[in-house]
C-alpha cells in the first residue's frame, strides 16, 4: 500500500475520532452545565433586545439586560397568567355541562347494554354450555390468564406512577434551582456578551472563525425561520378552525380555535387530540350534523398542514421542500414525534456546514492538501 493511503486512513481516523470525542464531551458537559447552556441561548435570543435599549435608548448594557429579562419574564407570566385564567374558565363551564353530557353518554351506554351485550352473552352462554367439559375448562383457564395478566399490567402501572410521585415531587426544587442559576447565567453571560465573543476570537484561528461566523449566522437564520415557520402553521390552523367552527355555529369558537391552535404544536397528536375525541362523542350523542362537519374541518386542518409544513418550513429555513419533507419523514421513523423537530434541525445544521466549506476542508485535511 503507498504510503499516502496510509496517511489519508490516519487521518481519516483522527477526524471520526475526533468527532466521536467532540460529540462525547459535548454529552457528558450538557449533563452538568445545562443551566448555563439555556442561559447562553436565553442571552443569544435577548440580544437583539439588549442592543437595542444599549443604542437607542442609551441604557448602561447592565441596565438594558436587566429590563430585558424583566420584559422577558413578565411576558412569560403573564402569558402563563392568561392561560391558568382560560383553564380555570373553561373547568368552571365544563362543570356546568359536563354532568349534563355525561347522563346522555351512560342512558346511551345503557341502551347499547341492553340491545346488543345481554343478547350476544345469551348466545354466548348456550353456546358454552354445549361444549364438552374439557373445551369448557380451557376457555375458563384462558380467560383467568388474560385476566391475571390485566390485573398485572394494572397493578404494575399504578405501582409505578405512585412510585413515581416523590420523583415528581423532587423535581420542583430542581427546576427552581435551575432556573435560578440560568436566569444569573443570562444575565452574565449577556451583560459581557461582545467581551466574551472577542475572547473567543482571539483563541480560534482565523479560518475557524470565519467558516464559524458562517455557521453562526445560518443558524441563527434557521432557527428564527423554524420558530417563524411554526407559528405561521400554528395561525393558518387556528384561523381555519376559528371559520369552520364559526361556519358550524359552535358555541365558544374562539377560545376552541385557540386551544386547539396551541395543541397543534404537539408533533403526531396535533389538533386530532381535540377532534378525534369530539367527533366520537357528537356522534354517540346524535348529532351527526356536527359531526360529519367536525370531520370535514379535522381532515381540512390536515390536508392543509401537510401540504403547507414542507413549504413554509423549506421557504422560512432556505431549505429545499423535498429535502424538508424527506428530514420530516425520517427524523419521525427513527426517533418518533421528537424526530419532526429533530429531522429538519439537523438538515440545517448539514446544510450550514456544507455552506461554510467544512465538509470540504475536512476532505481536503484528509487527501493531505492546505485548507
Known sequence: MELKYIYRSIRLLLVVGGVCLALY?????????????????????????????????KMPRVLAVLISLIVIFAFCAGLITLLVAEIVS???????????????????????????????????????????????????????????????????????????????????????????????????????WYHLSAIGGRILPQKAKTSGKTVFSDLKKALFGFIKAQLTLISITTVIILIGLLILRVDYAITIALATGIVDIIPYLGTGAVFVPWIIYASINGDMGLAIGLGVLYIIVLVQRQVMEPKILSSSIGLDPLATLIALFVGFKLIGFLGLIVGPVTLVIISTLYRANVFHDIWAFIKGREI
Do not use: M, R
Open 25 to 57: 464531551l459535548f454529552y457528558f458537559l450538557s449533563k452538568v452545565t445545562y443551566p448555563f447552556l439555556i442561559g447562553l441561548i436565553i442571552a443569544f435570543l435577548i440580544n437583539p433586545l439588549v442592543d437595542l435599549l444599549e443604542k437607542k435608548a
Open 90 to 192: 373553561g373547568a368552571a363551564y365544563l362543570a356546568t355541562v359536563v354532568p349534563e353530557h355525561l347522563d346522555t353518554l351512560i342512558n346511551y351506554l345503557e341502551d347499547y347494554f341492553t340491545a346488543q351485550i345481554i343478547p350476544l352473552y345469551n348466545q354466548l352462554t348456550s353456546v358454552f354450555n354445549k361444549l364438552e367439559a374439557g373445551q369448557q375448562d380451557t376457555i375458563i383457564g384462558n380467560i383467568q390468564n388474560v385476566g391475571a395478566k390485566i390485573g398485572s399490567t394494572v397493578g404494575t402501572f399504578i405501582k409505578n406512577l405512585f412510585g413515581n410521585i416523590p420523583n415528581i415531587l423532587s423535581w420542583f426544587p430542581n427546576a427552581a434551582t435551575v432556573l435560578i442559576f440560568s436566569l444569573l447565567a443570562t444575565f452574565f453571560i449577556s451583560k459581557d
